[in-house]
């Protein structure tokens, strides 16, 4: 069974541009979230997507955005790039949704390391 | 919202018994504990997942003590191989979703 994909798996981007991030979930998988890893803020959550509708939100500008097609794919889009949006964003997908609950095991990509100059 | 704290970093030599333990001072009732394991450039591998008591699967065991106020991931044996990062996540239920908090990670280093 495949795991989930994520492309590109790296990328640089000037300040000020736009990206696009993808992320494939395992098949069957329905909930797909993102995070934001940097070295000094750690692991944190951007949102979750289940059924093509977010479903939950962390603390993020509005910049961050995503969306969810009808075959769960997923992709993440940050707009306006600012230096710090620098990190590794990784896409992780479940069965069900909601991370912390039962039976919500999520399966992580290897991420998209994004370097913004 | 649920705020985890964990040591930052541990040594261990190979084959003794390793274990890190999550505080987590304003766990909801209605949240669980997930541990997860991350190696350099890869995404973060599930471990282990519990609410109450004691969990054990094939690779380690969580401790969850009644008040649930900390929770301590035990992995036994350990190899050079279990050399990682490890993350307590908390979910946390807020106004009927949730939002999901990593812990700060442990770097875990295990020497031959």
């Known amino acids: 069974k495949a795991g989930v994909t994520q492309t590109p798996r790296y990328l640089i981007k000037t300040r000020g541009q736009q990206v696009t991030l993808s992320c494939s979930p395992i098949?069957?998988?329905?909930?797909v979230s993102w995070y934001q890893q940097t070295p000094g803020q750690g692991l944190q959550f951007l949102f979750e997507?289940?059924?093509?509708?977010?479903?939950n939100k962390g603390n993020f500008p509005g910049r961050f955005s995503g969306r969810q097609f009808s075959n769960s794919r997923s992709e993440m889009n940050v707009s306006t790039l600012e230096l710090g949006d620098s990190a590794l964003y990784l896409c992780?997908?479940?069965?069900?949704?909601?991370?912390?609950?039962?039976?919500?095991?999520?399966?992580f990509g290897q991420g998209t390391r994004l370097t913004v100059v | 919202l649920a705020k985890t704290t964990q040591p930052i970093s541990m040594d261990s030599y190979e084959g003794q018994e390793v274990n890190i333990t999550c505080s987590h001072n304003?766990?909801?009732?209605?949240?669980?504990i997930t541990w997860y394991q991350q190696f350099p450039s890869q995404g973060p591998r599930f471990i282990i997942q519990?609410?109450?008591t004691k969990v054990t699967n094939e690779v380690a065991s969580l401790f969850i003590p009644a008040d649930r106020k900390s929770s301590t991931l035990s992995l036994p044996r350990v190899s050079l191989s279990d050399t990682a990062v490890y993350y307590c996540?908390?979910?946390?239920?807020?106004?009927?979703?949730?939002?999901?908090?990593f812990g700060t990670g442990t770097r875990l280093k295990v020497l031959a």
């Open positions: 519990g609410y109450k």
């Open positions: 997507y289940f059924s093509e509708t977010q479903r």
């Open positions: 992780a997908s479940s069965l069900r949704m909601g991370q912390g609950a039962s039976n919500t095991e999520a399966f």
């Open positions: 304003n766990i909801a009732t209605n949240d669980y």
């Open positions: 098949s069957g998988h329905r909930s």
């Open positions: 996540l908390v979910g946390r239920p807020t106004s009927g979703t949730y939002k999901y908090i």
